[in-house]
């Protein structure tokens, strides 16, 4: 770092940048905004600004004009340098996986840390200054050029946008990075001209800073625009016309009730705002909204309680959409984040409790839909007429091989309230009537 106050502002930006990039992302997954890869940025801007602590500190005291501020603290502080960014680094590309690439196993991902903290230590101890500028430079190159590509390739693929802007901002940052990595190690050996390693040193914090303002701000647009896709686009197709709660008397098992006569079929367009009421259930049963979509009324268990749906999605915005829909056409629902949560409770539910519909994403971190319908195949093959799965992977030739091998539904995403309505209506017709 240069000894100016420019230069240590400079350090003060980067710092005070990858912090507020950090409580972004704690906040986006906190509040249930793709929680899978949320968290693993907010490690790695924690491991960002740790990189650098030792240096704010110093910077801080140029501005105050004592630069022996700390001095110890400072010592020991940027002995985590190294592993701080190799750390960040290796974070990134699994946070980059999570994004748009097939999911990566905890226990993959726990591996490159590891490997990461260990390369970045054992770096410390020998402190051989080209050795470590030359491990920090090949996994810059590795993560924000090699891996860009393949997540170029992802982005294409999965997304359909025609410009890949995670992988751009990943080259922008390593861009940069990979800049002042080779004038920080090698500038005296490459450029000997003092200019040029004085630019260098007092820049190095305001490009850090543009280059994970940059970063941040790419991640945060695919969040919106998941959020977006995972939305209902509700087509104009005519008026609604509120149905009233007709209830239902109790029977010894589901009763799929009979479909409307076509005639008093109305065509679905966008849902009311709000409710007009809820409407109570007996204690403990969840609350439901009185219908307003042609989304055929649920079963009636035999205690008299209706019967749930389970949403599994680990996007917050599609299981609040799914919610929005189905409560406001009459149904309690049960939403879970995760494929292995939702066939936990599918495992230990009675049949008589069983929700008569279940929607699950096709592609999750973790346990997907494919591994949800094997266990359910072995364990509970009841279920799996009531199984619809719901995915953005539809065109996907795997996923169209797997889906049509089973007797399960599929409902693409984007995807129209008319689309859900056929695939509940089809699924409550085929469960068993009382007298069957």
Request: glycine letters at 10%.
């Amino acid at each position: 770092m240069g000894e100016t106050p420019l230069a240590a502002m400079g350090i003060v930006v980067q710092w005070s940048s990858g912090v507020l990039l950090l409580l972004l992302f704690l906040r986006l997954g906190r509040s249930g905004a793709r929680p899978d890869f949320a968290g693993t940025w907010v490690a790695a801007w924690a491991a960002q600004a740790v990189s650098i602590t030792g240096s704010l500190i110093h910077a801080i005291g140029i501005l105050l004009g004592d630069p022996a501020l700390g001095v110890g603290a400072v010592r020991w502080l940027d002995l985590l340098s190294v592993p701080g960014t190799l750390l960040f680094a290796v974070l990134a590309a699994v946070g980059a996986f999570q994004c748009v690439c097939p999911p990566i196993t905890k226990s993959v991902a726990w591996a490159a840390v590891a490997t990461a903290t260990v390369l970045g230590l054992t770096a410390v101890f020998v402190n051989v200054p080209t050795v470590t500028g030359s491990v920090l430079i090949a996994t810059t190159v590795a993560v924000f050029f090699g891996l860009a590509m393949v997540v170029a390739r992802a982005e294409r693929r999965e997304r359909l946008r025609r410009f890949p802007l995670l992988a751009a901002a990943m080259v922008l940052y390593g861009a940069v990075t990979l800049l002042y990595q080779v004038g920080g190690y090698f500038g005296q050996l490459l450029w000997p001209v003092d200019d040029f390693v004085t630019m260098v040193g007092w820049s190095a914090g305001y490009g850090g800073a543009l280059a994970s303002a940059i970063l941040g701000g790419a991640l945060i647009i695919l969040i919106v625009d998941a959020a977006f896709h995972g939305t209902v686009a509700a087509r104009d197709d005519g008026a609604v016309a509120p149905l009233d709660v007709v209830e239902a008397p109790a029977t010894a098992a589901f009763e799929a009730p009979a479909p409307d006569p076509p005639a008093a079929v109305v065509p679905v367009a966008a849902m009311p705002e709000e409710p007009a009421a809820v409407i109570e259930l007996a204690a403990g049963a969840s609350p439901m909204y009185p219908r307003t979509a042609t989304l055929p009324r649920p079963p009636v268990l035999a205690n008299g309680d209706v019967a749930e749906v389970l949403l599994i999605d680990d996007e917050a915005a599609v299981r609040a959409t799914l919610a929005r829909i189905f409560q406001r056409g009459g149904w309690p629902v049960r939403d879970v984040s995760t494929g292995e949560e939702g066939l936990a409770w599918l495992l230990d539910v009675s049949i008589e409790a069983a929700p008569a519909v279940i929607l699950c994403d096709f592609k999750m971190p973790g346990m997907g839909g494919r591994e949800v319908y094997a266990h359910l195949m072995r364990e509970r093959p009841e279920f799996l007429s009531r199984l619809v799965f719901v995915t953005g992977d539809a065109s996907r030739e795997s996923a169209r091989t797997f889906i049509a091998g089973t007797p399960c539904l599929v409902v693409a995403k984007p995807f129209t309230l008319t689309e859900i309505a056929r695939a509940v209506e089809a699924v409550l017709a085929a469960l068993p009537h009382p007298d069957g």
